[in-house]
T-cell receptor, first 113, second 114 residues
Framework: GNSVTQMEGPVTLSEEAFLTINCTYT??????LFWYVQYPGEGLQLLLK?????DKGSNKGFEATYRKETTSFHLEKGSVQVSDSAVYFC????????????FGAGTQVVVTP | NAGVTQTPKFQVLKTGQSMTLQCAQD?????MYWYRQDPGMGLRLIYY???????DKGEVPNGYNVSRLNKREFSLRLESAAPSQTSVYFC?????????????FGSGTRLTVV
């Protein structure tokens, strides 16, 4: 079946540090891949997406590249801010589904001043 | 503001009580979804509705029922609440046919069953 695996958190960083959150997936065909962010007390917001191999999604200084050969979609940001403290979810929509999003467990990121 | 609206935001139930979680979207989306969020497990799909008049089970449907009242509204009902249903519930919608655009989520309902 389809699945998404993320690195466990919490990840604690100092402001301006480099952030990487690993995400790997299992799926048939060519799923669409997403990163969602959840700020404290809020719902999920789409952060970025990629729909085919080698696509790079980017938004708000975050980037992730769709790597078919390693089935990965790692999230990176070069210099984090306190406001980036949130829970980050990697997700996919399989090609054989009714557009049903499937999520990883989420990774909490805490950025300290 | 356009988006997905969920009510209530918080609810405490006693075991065995029933309740309905409401969800409405004003983006003319065809597909709507109910997820539950539990620590360390991400979001899991309970039920979804691909279009008005249709509903289907997701990954964890037991103990829940849904109604797609019209294109805008998709409600989730707990007939006899159990402590295992303590969770945060999110409703979401997406446009038909646009698999690449992701979903719009509501702000969630935090439910505690005691």
């Amino acid at each position: 079946g389809n699945s998404v695996t993320q690195m466990e958190g919490p990840v604690t960083l100092s402001e301006e540090a480099f952030l990487t959150i690993n995400c790997t997936y299992t799926a048939t065909g060519y799923p669409s891949l997403f990163w969602y962010v959840q700020y404290p007390g809020e719902g999920l917001q789409l952060l970025l997406k990629a729909t085919k191999a080698d696509d790079k999604g980017s938004n708000k200084g975050f980037e992730a590249t769709y790597r078919k050969e390693t089935t990965s979609f790692h999230l990176e940001k070069g210099s984090v801010q306190v406001s980036d403290s949130a829970v980050y979810f990697c997700a996919l929509i399989p090609t054989d589904s009714w557009g049903k999003l499937q999520f990883g467990a989420g990774t909490q990121v805490v950025v300290t001043p | 503001n356009a988006g997905v609206t969920q009510t209530p935001k918080f609810q405490v139930l006693k075991t065995g009580q029933s309740m309905t979680l409401q969800c409405a979207q004003d983006m003319n989306h065809n597909s709507m979804y109910w997820y539950r969020q539990d620590p360390g497990m991400g979001l899991r799909l309970i039920y979804y509705s691909a279009s008005e008049g249709t509903t289907d089970k997701g990954e964890v449907p037991n103990g829940y029922n849904v109604s797609r009242l019209n294109k805008r509204e998709f409600s989730l009902r707990l007939e006899s609440a159990a402590p295992s249903q303590t969770s945060v519930y999110f409703c979401a919608s997406r446009p038909e046919g646009l698999y690449n655009y992701g979903y719009t989520f509501g702000s969630g309902t935090r439910l505690t069953v005691v």
